[in-house]
C-alpha cells in the first residue's frame, strides 16, 4: 500500500512560468512533509519541508502548501529555471509500517524547457 | 565539512552471493539512514541506526541487515541475493534520529549502484 503517492511521473515547463508538483498521501499520522530534488548520479537534495501544523511555506522561490483535509500537498516554483530540472521527490515523516521512518512518493521528473 | 561517502558505487555481483556496502556520514552526524531505489518502488526506507543500535526498520526480509560502528560509519549487507536486489542504495545521515513532532535534516550520499546477475 502506497503511503505517499505521486501520480505525476513527468511534468514539463516553459522557463520563467510557474512549475506546481502534487503529492497525495494516505496516512494521517505524518507529522513533516518535505521536498527533495535528485539531479542523475547524485543523492537526493533536501529543499524544503512545512509542519503538519501549518499549511504554507516559502523559502525563495519554492513554496509548499499543505490541505490536511484532503491529505495533499503542492510544492510550487516560480519562476521556473532550466537548473530546475531535475527528479522531486515528496516524502513524508512519521510512523509507517509500525517504525518511524522518511515514506517516499515515485518521484516527478520536472522538465523546464528555455 | 565533507559530504555523506558510499562505497563502492558500483557493484556487480550474482544471485546466492552476499554483499557489504559502507557509508560514512557527515563529521558528526550520529544518525545513518539506509534507502533502495528502484524505478517502480522509488525510495524505500531499510533501516536506521542512531549511536550503533538499529533505532527504525522498514518491511524488508532479514536477508537486509545493518550495522554501526562507534565512529557512526555504518555497513549494509544483503545476503543470499536475487535479481530483484538490483538497485541504487541510499545511505543518508543526520545529527539526530527521525522521531516524532520534529525533522533533522537528512543528507544523502551518492548511492550505491548495485547489478545482480
Known amino acids: 500500500d502506497q503511503q505517499v503517492k505521486q501520480n505525476s511521473p513527468s511534468l514539463s515547463v516553459q522557463e520563467g512560468r510557474i512549475s506546481i508538483l502534487n503529492c497525495d498521501y494516505t496516512?494521517?499520522?505524518?507529522?513533516?512533509f518535505l521536498w527533495y530534488k535528485k539531479y542523475p548520479a547524485e543523492g537526493p537534495t533536501f529543499l524544503i519541508s512545512?509542519?503538519?501544523?501549518?499549511d504554507k511555506n516559502e523559502d525563495g522561490r519554492f513554496t509548499v502548501f499543505l490541505n490536511k483535509s484532503a491529505k495533499h500537498l503542492s510544492l510550487h516554483i516560480v519562476p521556473s529555471q532550466p537548473g530546475d530540472s531535475a527528479v522531486y521527490f515528496c516524502?513524508?515523516?512519521?510512523?509507517?509500517?509500525?517504525?518511524?521512518?522518511?515514506?517516499f512518493g515515485k518521484g516527478t521528473k520536472l522538465s523546464v524547457i528555455p | 565539512k565533507a559530504g555523506v561517502t558510499q562505497t563502492p558505487r558500483y557493484l556487480i555481483k550474482t544471485r546466492g552471493q552476499q554483499v557489504t556496502l559502507s557509508c560514512s556520514p557527515i563529521?558528526?552526524?550520529?544518525?545513518v539512514s539506509w534507502y533502495q531505489q528502484t524505478p517502480g518502488q522509488g525510495l524505500q526506507f531499510l533501516f536506521e541506526y542512531f549511536s550503533e543500535t538499529q533505532r527504525n526498520k522498514g518491511n524488508f526480509p532479514g536477508r537486509f541487515s545493518g550495522r554501526q560502528f562507534s565512529n557512526s560509519r555504518s555497513e549494509m549487507n544483503v545476503s543470499t541475493l536475487e535479481l530483484g536486489d538490483s538497485a541504487l542504495y541510499l545511505c543518508?545521515?543526520?545529527?539526530?534520529?527521525?522521531?516524532?513532532?520534529?525533522?533533522?535534516?537528512?543528507?544523502f550520499g551518492p548511492g550505491t549502484r548495485l547489478t545482480v546477475l
Open positions: 496516512n494521517s499520522m505524518f507529522d513533516y
Open positions: 512545512i509542519s503538519s501544523i501549518k
Open positions: 563529521s558528526g552526524h550520529r544518525s
Open positions: 516524502a513524508a515523516s512519521g510512523v509507517g509500517a509500525g517504525s518511524y521512518q522518511l515514506t
Open positions: 543518508a545521515s543526520s545529527s539526530a534520529p527521525l522521531a516524532g513532532g520534529t525533522y533533522n535534516e537528512q543528507f
